[in-house]
């Protein structure tokens, strides 16, 4: 992989992307403006978002990953999942409410988070290494926003758009990963009540645990690596459902309990 | 629609079923079939089974998901008879040239019951009452109705679209678990192709059997101790033919595999 933007290029392309972000305004895909871009191009403008951020005196809470089940995969045309980080301010308490006038067209999803206790290095990281270093597991749904016009983007760009990252709520039950089957445990979405969708782990790379090992290895390939104590969300298990102002939603786990919010 | 024709096309499915010879949907041939109807012609169809030889050992329930309501058009579960040629175990070979037409293979959850269950009036704390325990199950429907082209009251004649059922390799108390969240991946040669969660079945397998127990206490039919109820699929139906492999594995629950040749 190499690079195909100047550095200009780049610097003005993760000002243009994160504008439409903290602005709430959707943009056209960057890669109708540059369709020669590389992934690494597009994890270069990520990257630079983030530095915004924290040069702005924001913190990093944690790393999310994206494209996890193979139905989106194979929609897409890839093999890899991608990452995202997660800014402070994403951060929703459980039964909270997310102001949907920061945002263009949320959608949520249902997901396992995981947070670690020991650091993960890729290449190479595997299940069996994730599940040593895991500190504990806390179920967590993720309120993602394109910034792309009617969420339409091909994988360059939605890197670039930082995984589509918006907003995350957690709670429930934090467990061990040892008393858990994370293949098996089922979700249930419910938005107004209604049951919207189900799912289990296994929707996630077969196993959650591999979502977080395969971003310790993404990450190995800038140099890169997952520090003790990250929060890392590991991709829906459900579709992602669409919610506006009004809507409330309620998501039970299998023995890790309920995750609520509303949208205003 | 007056006794010979109801008995006529009981005999028509049942033959169907026999020689594995799918035929056009009833709906298509003019006549006007109510439910009621419909589930007249599979009492027909199941009394030649039991003639044959056939003992009833249970009760499906079908149509719990809102896909296929959507599907069919209607806003209720239907149901149909196991028996006792039907029951496979897990791990054993299901010959489709033998005994199927056009399979497809959902994985549920089966109740085994300890009580009887008589409506109207079951709830859910009578149904968990009345459970020994729970079990991982692959129901292989089949349709004796061409390419599976039916309405709803060509799958109520057609037993609920009742193929067999495979056991699987756990029974679990409903104390231990919560059917709602459980969660349901099934496997086919080796990947996986769905995930669910209890809840797909009318928001909980245990509303589906106090259904099932409730619509027929009408009829003053009551659910057995002893019986198996499957209460609905999970996830969306796959079709299967011979080589095939399939295994469902469900949330604190267990796992069953079948191999079809």
Redesign the interface.
């Known amino acids: 992989m190499s690079k195909t933007l100047s550095n200009d290029q780049m610097l003005a392309l993760a000002e243009h992307v994160e504008n439409a972000e903290l602005n709430a305004h959707d943009i056209t895909k960057v890669t109708n403006d540059y369709p020669d871009m590389t992934f690494e191009d597009a994890y270069d403008v990520q990257w630079e978002i983030r530095r915004r951020k924290e040069a702005r005196g924001n913190k990093v809470v944690g790393m999310k990953m994206g494209l996890t089940s ?1 139905a989106k995969m194979a929609q897409m045309g890839v093999e890899t999942p991608i990452y995202g980080f997660l800014a402070d301010y994403f951060s929703v308490p459980d039964g909270g409410v997310v102001n949907t006038k920061e945002l263009i067209h949320p959608k949520i999803e249902a997901e396992i988070a995981f947070v670690t206790k020991a650091p993960l290095h890729g290449p190479g990281c595997h299940i069996g290494d994730v599940l040593a270093a895991t500190d504990f597991v806390i179920p967590a749904v993720e309120v993602i926003d394109s910034r792309y016009e009617n969420f339409k983007f091909d994988l360059v760009s939605v890197v670039a758009d930082n995984a589509s990252s918006s907003r995350f709520i957690t709670g429930g039950t934090m467990s061990n990963i040892a008393d858990l ?1 994370l ?6 979405v419910e938005k107004n009540g209604e ?1 919207v969708d ?6 996630v790379l ?1 196993h959650p645990a591999s979502s977080v090992a395969m971003l310790a290895n993404l990450l190995a390939e800038r140099g890169e690596h997952i520090p003790a104590g990250t929060f890392i969300m590991t991709g829906g ?1 459900t579709a992602a459902i669409t919610v506006e102002a009004g809507d409330n939603i309620s998501v ?4 890790l309990g309920t995750v609520t919010a509303r949208f205003a | 629609m007056d006794k010979q024709k109801i008995q006529q096309f009981g005999d028509e499915l049942y033959e169907a079923m026999v020689k594995r010879e799918a035929v056009s949907p009833l709906t298509s041939r003019g006549e006007d079939i109510s439910i009621d109807d419909a589930y007249h012609i599979s009492l027909r169809m199941l009394e030649r089974r039991q003639q044959a030889g056939a003992r009833i050992i249970g009760k499906k329930i079908g149509v719990t998901s809102k896909a296929v309501m959507n599907m069919l058009n209607v806003h209720q579960p239907d149901f149909g008879y196991l028996t006792d040629d039907m029951v496979f175990n897990s791990g054993e070979v299901v010959p489709i040239s033998d005994r199927l037409i056009a399979p497809r293979a959902e994985g549920e959850i089966a109740f085994i019951l300890k009580k009887d269950l008589t409506g109207p009036g079951v709830t859910n704390a009578d149904v968990l009452a009345a459970t020994e325990c729970v079990m991982p199950c692959f129901e292989i429907v089949d349709s004796r109705i061409q390419d599976w082209k039916i309405a709803i009251q060509d799958t109520i004649a057609d037993n609920a679209s009742c193929g067999l059922f495979v056991l699987g390799d756990k029974a679990v108390s409903p104390r231990d678990i ?1 059917l ?6 099934v496997e086919k040669n080796g990947s ?1 192709i769905s ?6 079945a009318l ?1 909980s397998p245990v509303n589906c059997v106090a259904w099932l127990a409730n619509t027929l206490g009408e009829f003053g039919i009551s659910l057995k101790a002893g019986e198996v109820i499957l209460s609905g699929s ?1 996830v969306p139906l796959e079709p299967v033919k011979a080589g095939d492999t399939m295994r469902v ?4 629950i267990g796992s069953a595999s079948v191999r079809f040749v």
């Not at chain 2, 995930?195 to 797909?200: D, I, K, Q, R, S």
Request: proline share 0%.
């Open positions: 193979w089957d293949k098996t445990l089922g979700v249930v049951i189900v799912g289990a782990g296994a929707a077969g298990i039970r786990y299998q023995g | 919560d709602v969240t459980c969660g349901m991946v996986i995930t669910g969660a209890g809840a797909a928001s999970l594995d469900i949330g604190g």
